[in-house]
């Protein structure tokens, strides 16, 4: 390690990159002072190779290296589902949390990723190293009245009982680490209750030599568990929670969807007529037109200085959120739209100002009354530059009104084997789909239209 004490202009001087062999390079030079660009030239090597390694292994690893990422990134919500949102892109599934399967990290199993148990709300260590201790030593857990007894009558000098409290519990069943034991979230939570009254009232009577009878006779604690755990206390039966309230719940132990998303079933058309997603907004320039489809997180109404009302939104979809502004101009046209947990196609531009992106909204319209049109095209016909202008001409007659112009046209150009699908331009939205089909049939196009939601879109997107 070479100390720098002082610096001085020498001029342009030769210098090699790292890496040459030590007795040829010249970082010191001849009156024994360091070269001045030595740094920046080890370091752009240093940068670049492990820019390298990183791209071999996600290249070649991508369920660890993805592991990986999440796992160095469990801290911040934002950067986890956004990276979540990319493992849905390679194919990679993540699991949510399981109690007899997870560990602290992310973990790769196989083809899928399993949800790591400290990116889990409420849930601090002490209340994980308890779990993990005592299922690597006495096995897998058959019931959260099974855990709560064994961690609450645990004699290891490395587990502290009351780490694992009801809140830590509450998160870990919302979150879906129980399902595989009880499906049923909502009656997991109303047993909560007398299993933790039962199961330190088990604790406290080993602690005072009492025991039970199994104790006495010195059986084992598989015994045990097939008497009494089946014989444990419980409420009485109630049905499970909506999946909207479980989604709901689930986001915010989790701080996001993860078992399932209100966006996941329309992902794949999402990404044909809605490209961009929230999570990129940033690398927009100032003023571009964009559209994306969002589900509303929250709303704040606003009133301006004239009166006029306005709304401050957060919106999210599977990659991340951000916030949406809508204008009183258009908010007086489409505030009948704006819902909380509604799903939305927003169209409008972006805005950046002192580092900060925004999505000014400036139409929207619930994507079940989304419609797009679709034009069927040979590979000949689509590169005939006569059937191009026709095709456009048809499509500029049905604009209409700008503002007014909200069904997208997407192109299919190939046989049943291999299609591929092109997104037409917003220049070339078209006001009216049904009657944009009949003019396209007019000319001789093989037109049809279909519903975002609807299952043919879905398996044609597939293809």
């Not at 034009?375 to 007659?397: C, F, N, S, W």
């Not at 609807?454 to 597939?462: A, P, R, V």
Request: charged letters at 25%.
């Amino acid at each position: 390690m070479v100390k720098i004490i002082s610096r001085k202009l020498l001029g342009t001087q030769p210098v090699f990159d790292i890496g040459v062999q030590s007795e040829d390079h010249n970082f010191l030079l001849a009156n024994g002072v360091v070269a001045s660009n030595c740094f920046n030239k080890s370091h752009s090597f240093a940068y670049g190779y492990v820019t390298y390694q990183t791209a071999y292994l996600k290249a070649n690893y991508p369920v660890e290296y993805m592991a990986a990422l999440l796992t160095i990134n469990s801290g911040d919500q934002d950067k986890v589902q956004k990276y979540i949102a990319s493992c849905l892109a390679m194919g990679i599934q993540v699991e949510p949390p399981d109690i007899n399967r997870s560990g602290i990290d992310f973990t790769p199993t196989g083809e899928t990723i399993l949800f790591g148990l400290s990116a889990v709300r409420n849930v601090g260590m002490g209340a994980i190293e308890a779990i993990l201790i005592v299922r690597e030593e006495e096995g897998a857990f058959k019931s959260l009245a099974d855990l709560c007894a064994r961690v609450a009558c645990a004699e290891s000098d490395r587990i502290d009982p009351r780490a694992l409290n009801r809140r830590a519990l509450e998160a870990l069943i919302y979150s879906g680490a129980f399902d595989k034991l009880e499906p049923n979230r909502n009656q997991s939570i109303h047993d909560l209750e007398v299993v933790l009254e039962w199961a330190q009232s088990r604790a406290k009577d080993r602690a005072s030599g009492q025991g039970n009878l199994f104790d006495l006779m010195g059986n084992s604690s598989v015994q045990e568990t097939a008497a009494t755990f089946d014989s444990t206390p419980k409420a009485p039966p109630v049905p499970d929670l909506p999946p909207p309230k479980k989604l709901q719940m689930e986001k915010e132990i989790l701080g996001f969807y993860i078992s399932d998303h209100p966006l996941r079933a329309i992902h794949e058309a999402a990404r044909i007529l809605a490209p961009v997603n929230l999570s990129d907004l940033g690398d927009y320039a100032d003023g571009t037109s964009v559209s994306a489809i969002a589900i509303v997180a929250s709303i704040k109404p606003v009133v301006t200085k004239k009166g006029d009302r306005m709304a401050i939104l957060q919106i999210e979809d599977i990659t991340g959120h951000t916030e949406a502004v809508i204008f009183p101009k258009s908010y007086e046209r489409i505030h009948e739209h704006i819902q909380a947990d509604t799903r939305l196609m927003l169209w409008g531009k972006v805005d950046r100002r002192d580092d900060q992106t925004q999505f000014i909204v400036e139409d929207a319209e619930p994507i079940e009354a989304i419609h797009m049109v679709m034009v069927e095209l040979e590979p000949t016909t689509a590169g005939d530059i006569e059937q191009q202008h026709r095709l456009r001409t048809v499509l500029l007659e049905n604009r209409g009104e700008d503002e007014r112009a909200k069904t997208p046209v997407v192109a299919i150009v190939g046989s049943q084997e291999k299609r591929q699908f092109v997104r037409f331009g917003a220049q070339f939205r078209v006001r009216d789909y049904q009657t944009a089909v009949q003019a396209l049939a007019q000319a001789g196009f093989q037109a049809r239209s279909s519903s975002i939601i609807s299952q043919t879109i879905d398996k044609s997107l597939k293809c």
